[in-house]
């Protein structure tokens, strides 16, 4: 794992570039999205741990910790220098007053995971996306419903503002890009029909291009006005999970699952750099500097990271990306295996959760469901009869948390194998019981 001397000495080495290589460092799960403020000066990160962080981009020192999210928070914007919107796994979108670190507007209505959010030209509204398949208008002073967008055949994964606010364009699972009305919340027209969902898409409309991303690694460029494609930038990755583009639409950045980013000039729609920043996972998501010099991504790591995009390809990797699930299994018992595959993101083994999304696990066996003091449970925990035994984990990821516990947190996963199963409870009783000894 890179250390900061390290990282020191390798910058040291490196050309002089316009910003200096720098981490983000104290989420407690991967950073799921990412947004740099209007005057360039602050970054917010939203995490899998449910909280949002507030940094400040020169020297990656975090300001605040914005907590209100019972799930994980997916997605993030500022609003103004004082406001900032997210929106979570838990369905809500909330409004923060981000100085003072309170909660100006829980937004509810969606009935899904919130996957976007972003700010009207004006600022006087908000339009959140959703799972759910609809997008959701909201007045940003009031924080009343404004209208909903019905129509998509699943999920919504990205909403922009066109038209100087009168239309709204929207990505989804189904496949389509569609252009709506504000006023009527009604669709204008069908801009794309890709075929696979579309995860990102981008807008500039001084320049009338429209750039999205898809499930199948499709990446293209449309003239946004006739729909005509400018530029087809697909490489062989797959799936596009991230896009932004700088303030002066002079080039965009394409994050994909297998943690490459790829820099586009928009000028020729020709690649300008492309390189890996994670060993293994994702990029999920991505954010230009001010001064277009740098990208900020983020993805399975706990961290966000700024590469320079000069001398990008000689800078280390996320920290730490290499999750320990992917070490031969010579190097790991079963049972590890397990936890980290199906655990090790949302909790620790020890006494101290470490901002991550579940309960810390020391003295699990023996214990009540929903029974530690320092940690938010859903209501379905925190009401259950259930105490952790062999029995009940077993149980627990035989049928999936979602049969098991319905209502909690817990992400819907199972172990199908009985052994599988056997093996991490041994671990676990194991693990959890000598971290609460320590």
């Not at 829980?106 to 759910?132: F, I, N």
């Not at 669709?187 to 009338?208: A, K, M, S, W």
């Not at 983020?298 to 990306?321: F, N, Q, R, T, Y």
């Amino acid at each position: 794992m890179w250390r900061m001397g390290s990282i020191l000495w390798l910058l040291s080495s490196c050309p002089a570039a316009a910003e200096d290589y720098r981490v983000f460092e104290g989420h407690g799960g991967p950073v799921m999205a990412v947004a740099v403020s209007g005057d360039g000066s602050q970054l917010l990160t939203a995490s899998f741990d449910y909280s949002v962080g507030v940094w400040q981009l020169a020297d990656a020192t975090r300001s605040v910790w914005l907590e209100g999210h019972r799930a994980a928070a997916n997605a993030v914007t500022f609003l103004s220098d004082r406001l900032a919107a997210s929106g979570g796994d838990d369905f809500a979108v909330i409004i923060w007053h981000v100085s003072e670190r309170t909660v100006v507007h829980r937004l509810e209505g969606h009935q899904g995971k919130v996957t976007a959010v972003q700010a009207s030209p004006d600022g006087e509204m908000l339009a959140s996306a959703s799972w759910d398949g609809t997008v959701r208008l909201w007045g940003v002073g009031s924080g009343a419903e404004v209208g909903v967008l019905v129509g998509h055949d699943g999920g919504v994964n990205d909403v922009v503002w066109t038209n100087e606010g009168r239309t709204i364009l929207t990505a989804s699972s189904d496949g389509t890009i569609v252009e709506w009305d504000v006023r009527s919340f009604r669709p204008i027209r069908t801009v794309v029909r890709h075929g696979f969902g579309v995860n990102r898409l981008e807008v500039d409309e001084t320049r009338g291009w429209l750039a999205y991303g898809a499930v199948d690694g499709g990446t293209r460029v449309l003239d946004l006005r006739s729909g005509i494609e400018l530029a087809d930038i697909t490489l062989d990755r797959r799936p596009i999970l991230a896009l932004a583009k700088d303030r002066e639409g002079r080039q965009i950045a394409v994050g994909d699952g297998e943690g490459y980013i790829m820099v586009v000039s928009t000028e020729n729609w020709k690649i300008i750099r492309d390189f890996q920043a994670t060993v293994n996972g994702p990029i999920w998501a991505l954010a230009f500097t001010g001064s277009g010099d740098a990208v900020i991504a983020g993805g399975i790591s706990d961290e966000a990271v700024l590469w320079p995009l000069d001398g990008a390809d000689g800078l280390p990797k996320m920290a730490e990306l290499k999750r320990r699930f992917h070490t031969s299994p010579d190097e790991l018992s079963n049972g590890e295996r397990q936890f980290l595959r199906k655990c090790s993101v949302c909790h620790t083994l020890g006494a101290s959760g470490d901002r991550r999304a579940g309960p810390a696990l020391a003295g699990l066996f023996g214990r009540k469901a929903g029974s530690l003091k320092d940690y938010s449970y859903s209501e379905a925990i925190h009401e259950s009869d259930i105490v952790w035994t062999e029995q009940t984990i077993d149980r627990l990821f035989e049928l999936g948390a979602d049969h098991y516990t319905p209502g909690s947190k817990m992400p819907m996963q199972r172990i199908v194998s009985a052994k599988d199963r056997a093996d991490l409870i041994a671990f676990l009783k194991r693990e959890t019981a000598t971290a609460e000894g320590e």
